[in-house]
């Protein structure tokens, strides 16, 4: 399993990005999909997450009404839009991958749940 993701970069704050991760993985939609972020000198934190298809996306309370993740399962992508950026939130952001096991699946939040881990794609927001 592989998930590669890509479209950080250098904004300014208030500006938006969208990262995007591709898995390699062949039951992509019976898989669940999140974003971390880890800034130097801080733990990896939960960004947001998203299960099944149809299920609520879940998001840390700071970005709620900012960030958007979505999953288009046809093209194994997960993605992140981040709109109104702010400089605290520079970080290398990490997508990453498990498989959901139960019928009534709660999106996990911590790192440990998580099986398999992209590369992280660098976010810097410029003040």
């Known amino acids: 399993v592989q998930l590669q993701a890509y479209g950080g970069g250098l904004v300014q704050a208030g500006a938006s990005l969208r990262l995007s991760c591709a898995a390699s993985i062949r039951t992509f939609s019976s898989h669940s999909m999140a974003w971390f972020r880890q800034a130097p000198g801080k733990d990896r934190e939960f960004v947001a997450g998203?299960?099944?298809?149809?299920?609520?996306?879940l998001y840390v309370d700071s970005v709620k009404g900012r960030f958007t993740i979505s999953r288009d399962n046809a093209k194994n992508t997960v993605y992140l839009q981040m709109n109104s950026l702010k400089p605290e939130e520079s970080a290398d952001y990490y997508c990453a991958a498990t498989p959901i096991t139960s019928v009534i699946w709660q999106i996990p939040t911590r790192r440990a749940d998580y099986r398999y881990w992209g590369q992280g794609t660098l976010v810097t927001v410029s003040s």
């Open positions: 998203v299960g099944r298809s149809r299920g609520e996306p």
